[in-house]
């Protein structure tokens, strides 16, 4: 599997990330007015993005190891199923554009702790900061950056030194420039990840002999992606209605993928560009799960030693792919890798910058931000390599390690959110009951499982199915608390809710609007008929 990289495979890697940090200087000196020292500009780039550049942003970003590695290798273990979550994400997708977008732009908010604020309470915002920074050590930092260290190792580099390159490359332009260079470069990175895991899927699929070849080798069990509600690990029953719920928290009101939103420079432009990226997030089925299938196919076939199902893609890359194309296809999985990086690093320095420190030091200067959000980002790398070793301890795959974590934190989150838009009833003892009853019944069951307790169906059932137990839990006490407790203030709801919401405020002509929105609404109707397509060809 360690094929040596030849030197023009490494001059292509070095190519590749002399043109990043170019792409990361020329876009933020170029776009910086007046000082460089501006909060806006540095957290949220001016909020002047278009839409094309945030829907590859939101795709490239999300694009990290559980793709690269854990996608790959789950669909070398388990077939097309794991690319469920990427489907699924395409509908999700639409309800950020659709549904949440409008509010948080509206509000002129720079975090989603800040927004849980003003439409419930400063608790609500201490609490999903803490939550969403401890979440980012350890499921995104921390597993991205082992991730890098798998995809070096793989081809000679020994781990740790993988891990210090792509920590280092990707703290650099993060720390210099902010949301506009981790934007910008996400626009490079795109074009990069999607041609080079297209050539390995295409290389592997003349390798193997061709689909029919493949499909007779697998099997027709691991061509649905709909397994029985027994599956223990992605049972339709859960994909189906326990998804949704992680899909709804991480697309819809976690910093990590909503500041791309944040960032445009209209309604319209951060609605299209969630409707660019459902379309993109097609693409993982084909690029990241297929390979996964082709490297099983070919192991079958005794051509490649596939010792852990992880390595999938990197020995994809190292078996199949000539000097030169080998180094092209590996700066497209470090584009991937940098990418989802640089964009943790920058939203989980906004959190602590922005809900932590600003929250405790009103007073502090746009300079004064700005360098705690460096200095936030500096002291992550250094949490997210001490960390390293615990992900390598995680049983069941690097997919289902992350998706069950999120699993457990999700659905609290989720409910307050959502169900906050659409009743105005609910109120700030509700939602600390709801987030407070979750993260403990949350973090039991984690626990339990690292313990290895045995607490009958608490730990026994799928980390799915739990999260529709959980959310219906904490949709109850949101309720229940909410209806026993005094009503918001009107005041403190208004423009937060659709019930209390205002079409003023959208800076754009109602021709405009109308004739924006209807393109949208086609486009979406077209994304939703190409998700039904996918899941008909794939049943």
């Known amino acids: 599997m ?28 170029r776009e910086r007015r007046g000082t460089t020292e ?6 949220l780039a001016g909020r002047n993005v278009g839409w094309f550049v945030i829907g590859a942003s939101l795709f490239a970003s999300n694009i990290g190891s559980e793709h690269l590695v854990g996608l790959a290798g789950s669909g070398a273990a388990s077939g097309m199923a794991p690319g469920q979550f990427e489907v699924l994400a395409s509908l999700i997708l639409l309800l950020l554009g659709w549904v949440f977008v409008p509010f948080y732009l509206k509000s002129g908010v720079f975090t989603m702790p800040e927004f849980l604020e003003r439409r419930y309470s400063a608790g609500a915002r201490w609490y999903l900061a803490t939550v969403s920074i401890l979440a980012y050590v350890l499921t995104k930092i921390s597993v991205t950056i082992f991730a890098g260290a798998v995809v070096f190792s793989a081809i000679g580099v020994p781990f740790w030194t993988g891990a210090l390159i792509v920590v280092a490359a990707t703290g650099a332009y993060t720390v210099f420039g ?48 709909w397994k029985p509600a027994t599956d223990p690990d992605f049972p339709w029953t859960g994909i189906l209605f326990g998804a949704p719920i992680l899909g709804v928290w991480y697309w819809c009101t976690d910093q990590f993928i909503v500041q791309r939103t944040l960032s445009a420079k209209s309604i319209d432009d951060a609605r299209r560009g969630t409707i660019l990226a459902g379309f993109l997030k097609l693409l993982p089925l084909f690029i990241f799960v297929l390979p996964g299938l082709l490297a099983a196919t070919l192991a079958a076939q005794g051509r490649i030693t596939l010792a852990d199902d992880n390595e999938a893609l990197p020995t994809l890359v190292a078996a199949l792919l000539p000097v030169g194309a080998r180094g092209l296809v590996i700066a497209g999985l470090l584009a991937a890798l940098m990418s989802s990086l640089s964009s943790v690093f920058n939203s989980c320095s906004t959190l602590i910058t922005w809900d932590v420190y600003k929250k405790l030091n009103p ?85 339990a499982e690292t313990m290895g307790a045995d607490l009958g169906w608490f730990t026994a059932l799928n980390f799915l199915h739990f999260a529709i137990v959980l959310f219906l839990i904490c949709t109850i006490l949101l309720v229940a608390v909410s209806l026993a407790t005094a009503p918001p203030p009107a005041d403190q709801i208004a423009g937060l809710t659709f019930a209390t919401a205002s079409d003023e405020g959208d800076g754009v002509e109602p021709a405009s609007v109308t004739s924006r ?23």
């Open 2 to 29: 360690n094929t040596p990289f030849g030197p023009l495979d490494w001059i292509v890697v070095g190519l590749y990330f002399a043109v990043v940090f170019g792409v990361a200087i020329v876009a933020t000196l």
């Open 38 to 43: 501006d909060s806006a500009d540095y957290f």
């Open 178 to 225: 902010g949301l506009r260079a981790v934007l910008y470069t996400d626009l490079l990175q795109t074009f990069v990840l999607i041609g080079g895991a297209l050539a390995v899927t295409l290389a592997g699929l003349s390798a193997v002999g061709g689909w029919g070849t493949m499909a007779e080798t697998v099997g027709p069990d691991f061509l649905d992606m």
């Open 363 to 447: 007073g502090a200067s746009e300079r004064q931000l700005v360098w705690v959000g460096r200095l936030s980002t500096v002291a992550l790398t250094v949490l997210g390599l001490a960390w390293i070793p615990f992900v390598e301890a995680a049983e069941g795959g690097l997919y289902v390690y992350i998706q069950s974590v999120q699993g457990y934190i999700s659905p609290p989150i989720a409910a307050v959110f959502l169900l906050g838009l659409f009743w105005s009833r609910l109120n700030a003892p509700g939602a600390m009951a709801a987030l407070l009853g979750g993260l403990a019944l949350g973090l039991g069951r984690l626990t």
């Open 517 to 539: 929105r209807r393109i949208d609404l086609v486009l979406t109707g077209v994304l939703i008929l190409s998700v039904l397509g996918v899941w008909l060809a794939f049943s």
